[in-house]
């Protein structure tokens, strides 16, 4: 009988380096993170101030309006716009329209939710260009894309609103105060919120394209996939 013993030297010792179809490539170890613009940043700490103060003044009437407590100094400049749009004067308030305060309770949604976008930037974030990565940058772009897709609708519906009441509110002001005091100010919160919408967007397919192995895509600004090394 021949003994097993003399055969064990003739087996080569184990591999202890990992098999090649067990290694994982660089391309699945991409590290995907989203980048905040730094345009969409400015026009969120500019934006959101300003939403506060009219969100206040529409769910303070009538004491914020001319005459009320609450007026001056706050909302002193409410005077004039309410005669531009009339949406936010004495008009729609008699009227009990409630239209305005509608999108004012829908104001304060979205500037919770802007404001908790900017929370996990400033807490996550890394470096000058505070990139954010893993679960925390997925919530931060699918909040930020959401509430972007939120500020346009409720900005378009404003604007159909006045084109299907024949512009009741606003057809009664001279083309420079219409563009100067109504169309510029309000388009912001068309082009800007689309602008930061899309690099989200961008983000969001960027990252969906990593974690089905196609790291080739480009993310919305030059922030490459880090990989480990």
Same mark, same amino acid.
């Not at 909302?75 to 004067?89: A, I, Q, S």
């Not at 961008?202 to 990593?210: E, K, N, P, S, T």
């Given at each position: 009988m021949v003994s097993t013993r003399a055969h064990k030297s003739e087996f080569p010792p184990p591999d202890a380096t990992p098999s090649k179809a067990l290694t994982r490539s660089p391309r699945s170890r991409s590290?995907?993170?989203?980048?905040?613009?730094?345009?969409?940043?400015?026009?969120? !700490? /500019?934006?959101?101030? !300003? /939403?506060?103060w009219d969100t206040g003044y529409v769910l303070l009437r009538p004491h914020s309006m001319p005459g009320g407590w609450a007026h001056a100094p706050i909302w002193k400049p409410y005077e004039l716009y309410g005669k531009v749009d009339y949406m936010y004067g004495w008009k729609a308030y008699n009227e009990r329209n409630g239209f305005t305060a509608a999108q004012g309770a829908l104001n304060m949604v979205e500037t919770v939710g802007y404001l908790g976008y900017l929370w996990v930037v400033w807490d996550y974030g890394e470096g000058e260009k505070r990139a954010v990565g893993g679960g925390w940058g997925g919530v931060a772009c699918l909040v930020g894309f959401a509430l972007c897709v939120m500020t346009v609708s409720k900005t378009v519906l404003y604007w159909l609103n006045e084109y299907y009441s024949g512009f009741e509110n606003i057809g009664h002001n001279d083309p420079m105060s219409l563009i100067f005091l109504w169309l510029i100010p309000n388009g912001a919160w068309l082009v800007l919120p689309s602008y930061m919408g899309y690099l989200l967007a961008r983000d969001i397919l960027h990252g969906l394209a990593i974690a089905s192995g196609d790291a080739s895509s480009k993310p919305a600004r030059a922030a490459e996939p880090i990989k480990d090394e």
């Amino acid at each position: 009988m021949v003994s097993t013993r003399a055969h064990k030297s003739e087996f080569p010792p184990p591999d202890a380096t990992p098999s090649k179809a067990l290694t994982r490539s660089p391309r699945s170890r991409s590290k995907w993170q989203h980048v905040p613009s730094p345009i969409a940043l400015l026009w969120l !700490l /500019v934006s959101l101030p !300003l /939403v506060i103060w009219d969100t206040g003044y529409v769910l303070l009437r009538p004491h914020s309006m001319p005459g009320g407590w609450a007026h001056a100094p706050i909302w002193k400049p409410y005077e004039l716009y309410g005669k531009v749009d009339y949406m936010y004067g004495w008009k729609a308030y008699n009227e009990r329209n409630g239209f305005t305060a509608a999108q004012g309770a829908l104001n304060m949604v979205e500037t919770v939710g802007y404001l908790g976008y900017l929370w996990v930037v400033w807490d996550y974030g890394e470096g000058e260009k505070r990139a954010v990565g893993g679960g925390w940058g997925g919530v931060a772009c699918l909040v930020g894309f959401a509430l972007c897709v939120m500020t346009v609708s409720k900005t378009v519906l404003y604007w159909l609103n006045e084109y299907y009441s024949g512009f009741e509110n606003i057809g009664h002001n001279d083309p420079m105060s219409l563009i100067f005091l109504w169309l510029i100010p309000n388009g912001a919160w068309l082009v800007l919120p689309s602008y930061m919408g899309y690099l989200l967007a961008r983000d969001i397919l960027h990252g969906l394209a990593i974690a089905s192995g196609d790291a080739s895509s480009k993310p919305a600004r030059a922030a490459e996939p880090i990989k480990d090394e």
